[in-house]
C-alpha cells in the first residue's frame, strides 16, 4: 500500500521528503511533483530499480527515463561534454522546464536502457522535487502516467493510473506549474538541436546559443498495425501474381511494393518508434500528448542524417 504525503503541510513535507528518500535508496519508486508534470522515479544507478520503473509504466529498454538533478554540479559529474552551449542554457534555464541530452560519462556505474551512451538530464524548478534531489542524489525519472496515456498534472491523477502497489511513496505537491513537458535539446553535435518542442521556444533558446535547429516535424508517421500490414501484404502478392501473367514491363514494375508502403502509413512501429535510436524520458514528451517520439534526436542533421543520441523521451512524449 502507498503512503501519501501532503506536501503543503509543513510537518507531512518533511515526513514524506524523509520516507520517500529511503524508499528510493532501497530500489523503490516514488511519485513527485515537478514545474512541469508529476514524475515517478527511482536511484538511477539501480538497474533493478530502472527495469521495475520502466515495467510498472509499460515501457521497453528503447525508451529509456531522464535523469533528474538537484543541482548543476550532480549534473556535470553525469556528462562527459556539455558541448559549445550546455553551460550557458543550464546557467540561463535551470532550474526549469528544459531537458540537455548529452554524451555520458562513460565510467559511471549505471542502467538506464538503451542509450547509446548518452543521457538526457534536467534540473527541475519545484522546492519538494528538489529538497528530495539533493537528499538522495540522481534520480531516474519519467512522467507519472502509463505508456500512451495523459502525463498527470495531480498526484490523483498519478495514482489513478500507477495504482497504491507499485509506487511506495506519493508525494503530492498540489497541480503542477504547467502541463506542458520541458524542451529537449540534444548537444552531442555542434549545433544544438531540438529534439521536444516544449516550455522553452526556440527563440529563447537562440537567444543564448545562437544558431539551433528546430525539431524535425516532416516524416512522422503513424505505427501501422498488423492487420494492415497483412491486407497491404496481399495486395502486395496479387499485384506480382498480376505482373507475372502481364507482358507489360510496366506490370511487372509493380510487383515489389513494400507492405508498409502499400499501407499508406510508411512504417512499421518499429520504424514510428525509432527503435530506441531515432526519436525522453518520456512517452514521458512539442507538448504531452503529441505525436511519438523516441530514443535518439527526431531534428535531422545538416547532412541529412537523423542523429542518433538514443537517450529520449518515449513515445507518448509526456515526459518532464
Same mark, same amino acid.
Given at each position: ?236 502478392? +496479387? /499485384?506480382?501474381?498480376? $505482373? =507475372?501473367? %502481364?507482358? !507489360?514491363? *510496366? &506490370?511487372?514494375?509493380?510487383?515489389? @511494393?513494400? #507492405? ?6 510508411? +512504417? /512499421?512501429?518499429?520504424? $514510428? =518508434?525509432? %527503435?530506441? !535510436?531515432? *526519436? &525522453?524520458?518520456?512517452?514521458?514528451? @512539442?507538448? #504531452? ?32
Amino acid at each position: 500500500m502507498s503512503r501519501i504525503y501532503d506536501c503543503a503541510d509543513e510537518t507531512a513535507r518533511k515526513d514524506g521528503i524523509a520516507d520517500a528518500a529511503s524508499a528510493v535508496r532501497r530500489g523503490e519508486l516514488v511519485v513527485l511533483p515537478t514545474d512541469t508534470v508529476y514524475g515517478i522515479g527511482t536511484d538511477a544507478f539501480s538497474p533493478a530499480a530502472v527495469a521495475n520503473l520502466l515495467a510498472t509504466k509499460g515501457r521497453g529498454r528503447d525508451m529509456p527515463p531522464p535523469v533528474l538533478v538537484g543541482s548543476m554540479r550532480a549534473a556535470t559529474a553525469l556528462i562527459e561534454d556539455l558541448g559549445n552551449h550546455g553551460r550557458d542554457l543550464m546557467e540561463e534555464f535551470w532550474p526549469g522546464p528544459l531537458t540537455l541530452v548529452c554524451t555520458a560519462t562513460p565510467s559511471l556505474s549505471w542502467d538506464l536502457g538503451d542509450t547509446k551512451g548518452t543521457v538526457a538530464v534536467r534540473m527541475p524548478m519545484d522546492p519538494v522535487a528538489l529538497e528530495l534531489l539533493k537528499e538522495v542524489g540522481p534520480m531516474a525519472v519519467s512522467s507519472a502516467n502509463k505508456s500512451g496515456l495523459p502525463a498527470a498534472t495531480r498526484m490523483e491523477e498519478a495514482l489513478e493510473q500507477l495504482g497504491d502497489e507499485d509506487v511506495a511513496v506519493y508525494l503530492d505537491g498540489g497541480e503542477t506549474d504547467s502541463p506542458v513537458a520541458s524542451t529537449i535539446v540534444d548537444l552531442t553535435y555542434a549545433v544544438p538541436r531540438v529534439l521536444r518542442s516544449g516550455a522553452i521556444s526556440i527563440e529563447q533558446l537562440r537567444a543564448v546559443c545562437g544558431t539551433v535547429i528546430g525539431e524535425l516535424r516532416q516524416g512522422r508517421m503513424k505505427p501501422v498495425r498488423e492487420d494492415e500490414v497483412a491486407k497491404a501484404g496481399e495486395a502486395a502478392k +496479387a /499485384s506480382r501474381r498480376a $505482373a =507475372s501473367r %502481364s507482358e !507489360a514491363p *510496366a &506490370a511487372a514494375g509493380t510487383g515489389g @511494393a513494400d #507492405p508498409a508502403q502499400a499501407s499508406g502509413d510508411g +512504417a /512499421s512501429e518499429g520504424t $514510428a =518508434s525509432g %527503435s530506441g !535510436a531515432a *526519436a &525522453a524520458g518520456a512517452d514521458t514528451e @512539442a507538448a #504531452p500528448g503529441g505525436d511519438r517520439t523516441t530514443g535518439g534526436g527526431t531534428a535531422a542533421g545538416q547532412d541529412g542524417r537523423t542523429p542518433e543520441t538514443g537517450q529520449l523521451p518515449d513515445g507518448d512524449r509526456s515526459e518532464n
